[in-house]
């Protein structure tokens, strides 16, 4: 990792403001994630991280934004496993670019483990009376998710192994999913565990499932779906900031040097730790690529065998 001090001395950027556009609503994962990281970007770098949400079309808006944004490291997108990985395949016919083209990933930031939630009042309390009870009332149940995004596909993935016929409740984000569980008009759904964590504390939700390898240290109760009979189901959502293509190449390095720096702050890693996240920091800039490079090749095969199509 080269020093900032060394860098600085070729390199002036940052000299004004630059943009953290967040492609989802404020309160879900990516958005937690951005604001963590923005202060401690802006301490390193000596100019303010703005947070910018720009929701609208499953993320397709922001990630078009930015990768069409000037290309001067003043414009960046905090993308995730959707907007990174499975937007290209599932909107391809509708993105005017196309994300593994007109984006470069500069690193991975947090992992966070998504979890099968339900209000208080769903009579089940674990995972096989879960089943049983929605296999009593095919299509009378329902779940929420933004259509085409991870927690839709992981719910398709699920409820088709296990056998269940229910229906979703297209939601634009994880804040109204929350609303709708809470209330009872949501019956379960998979969210991310960064959003739901201060619900579950609070015993407004309750935990099912993990789609984490191991039992979450925050939620040892809770089994993970290979536990509950369920291996390969379900992804952790994983964020990242990416920069239009033709970034140049000492304004990327820059920039990872600072994020590497900011995610080894005690007080940014206990952050995402409370946020029930875990700092993944890329090795480089093209260790990033290649991670992000085979999670878009995984969800063709999802896509293609739940017959998914979405509209805006």
Do not use: C
């Amino acid at each position: 990792m080269i020093p900032l001090a060394a860098m600085a001395q070729a390199n002036p950027w940052p000299t004004h403001p630059v943009k953290m556009v967040v492609p989802f609503a404020v309160g879900g994962a990516t958005d937690i994630a951005a604001r963590i990281l923005a202060p401690a970007l802006g301490e390193i770098l000596g100019q303010q991280f703005i947070v910018e949400i720009k929701s609208g079309a499953a993320g397709n808006i922001a990630i078009e934004a930015v990768a069409l944004a000037p290309a001067d490291g003043y414009t960046l997108l905090v993308g995730n496993v959707s907007t990174g990985s499975i937007n290209e395949t599932l909107y391809a016919s509708k993105l005017k670019v196309k994300p593994s083209v007109a984006l470069r990933p500069v690193s991975l930031i947090a992992s966070i483990p998504n979890l099968l939630v339900s209000g208080m009042d769903f009579p089940p309390n674990n995972m096989k009376e879960l089943i049983a009870y929605a296999k009593a009332r095919p299509g009378e149940l329902n779940y929420s998710s933004p259509l085409g995004g991870y927690s839709h596909l992981d719910m398709l993935d699920f409820t088709k192994k296990a056998g269940l016929t229910l229906v979703n409740i297209p939601s634009k984000g994880a804040g109204s999913s929350q609303v709708g569980l809470v209330a009872g008009d949501i019956h379960f759904t998979i969210l991310n565990a960064a959003s739901t964590l201060t619900l579950i504390k609070a015993k407004k939700l309750k935990a099912f499932a993990t789609t984490s390898t191991t039992r979450l240290p925050y939620l040892p109760d809770v089994p993970t779906f290979a536990e509950s009979g369920f291996p390969g189901v379900g992804t952790d959502q994983w964020n990242g900031i990416f920069v239009p293509a033709k970034t140049p190449q000492p304004i990327v390095d820059k920039l990872f040097n600072a994020i590497i720096q900011a995610l080894q702050k005690p007080q940014v890693k206990e952050a995402f730790v409370t946020a029930g996240m875990t700092v993944i920091p890329s090795k480089s800039p093209e260790d990033a690529a290649a991670f992000i490079a085979t999670e878009t090749q995984r969800w063709p095969r999802i896509i293609k065998e739940n017959n998914v199509t979405v509209d805006y």
